[in-house]
């Protein structure tokens, strides 16, 4: 078993921290108080700053220090409509290629989606680890090394607006529901249907966001 190291650690929790809106879109992150908060010293968390930086989740200001990137609703719309056929078009791939076990690989990731849903209280966390594990395996399957890391690199981008939106329990509800039906049409081989499903999934998710920056937008 890999032994995390303090720059991995510090990286996961300050990832977590954003994605979770304990740190918000243009706030600064100052070394001295996350790594007292990790009770481990400074240069770990500055290596860590870095990834982050190169993954788009931070922005290193001169003179000033590290931020929360911001991102705005054109940014969202450009993310999640590219995210969206992405996974279409991997999905599409994927059906040429997938096993039976296969498909029983990605039910079982569902059924992991399910009992977070379940819980008490819902572990979203957790959801949207095994909702990207689902959707990871599609792009594996699909044999297409670059499709898979412009997927991650934009999932990177935009998981803390993942997380926002499955906050939205209907919307939760219904992610759910889309992927109960996507392995349906997996077992069948209904490429057209299945392709369908991933794209609007993703695009239904893109109207829940945007709804909230509308919202925002209203708020004095």
């Known amino acids: 078993m890999k032994i995390e190291s303090l720059v991995d650690l510090a990286k996961r929790h300050i990832q977590l921290w954003i994605i979770k809106g304990e740190y918000q879109p243009g706030q600064r992150l100052k070394e001295e108080e996350i790594s007292a908060r990790l009770d481990i010293s400074r240069p770990p968390v500055r290596e860590a700053f870095k990834f982050l930086e190169a993954e788009g989740l931070v922005i290193r200001k001169p003179r000033r220090g590290v931020f929360v990137s911001e991102m705005t609703a054109k940014d969202v719309w450009e993310a999640y409509t590219l995210k969206a056929t992405l996974y279409e078009m991997a999905t599409e791939l994927a059906l040429g290629n997938m096993t039976t076990l296969q498909v029983a690989e990605l039910k079982s990731i569902v059924k992991k989606m399910e009992n977070c849903v379940n819980a008490e209280p819902v572990d979203l966390i957790a959801?949207?680890?095994?909702?990207?594990?689902?959707?990871?395996?599609?792009?594996?399957?699909?044999?297409?090394?670059?499709?898979?890391?412009?997927?991650?690199?934009?999932?990177?981008?935009?998981?803390?607006?993942?997380y926002k939106s499955l906050q939205n329990n209907a919307h939760l509800n219904s992610s759910m529901r889309y992927h109960r039906r996507i392995i349906?049409?997996?077992?069948?081989?209904?490429?057209?249907?299945?392709?369908?499903?991933?794209?609007?999934?993703?695009?239904?998710?893109?109207?829940?966001?945007l709804d909230i920056f509308d919202q925002n937008e209203e708020t004095p």
């Open 184 to 209: 349906n049409a997996l077992k069948e081989k209904n490429k057209t249907l299945a392709c369908k499903l991933m794209k609007d999934h993703v695009l239904e998710a893109l109207d829940v966001l």
């Open 127 to 162: 959801y949207q680890k095994h909702h990207q594990e689902f959707h990871d395996k599609i792009m594996l399957i699909s044999g297409n090394e670059r499709l898979k890391k412009i997927s991650a690199s934009i999932h990177l981008q935009v998981c803390r607006f993942s």
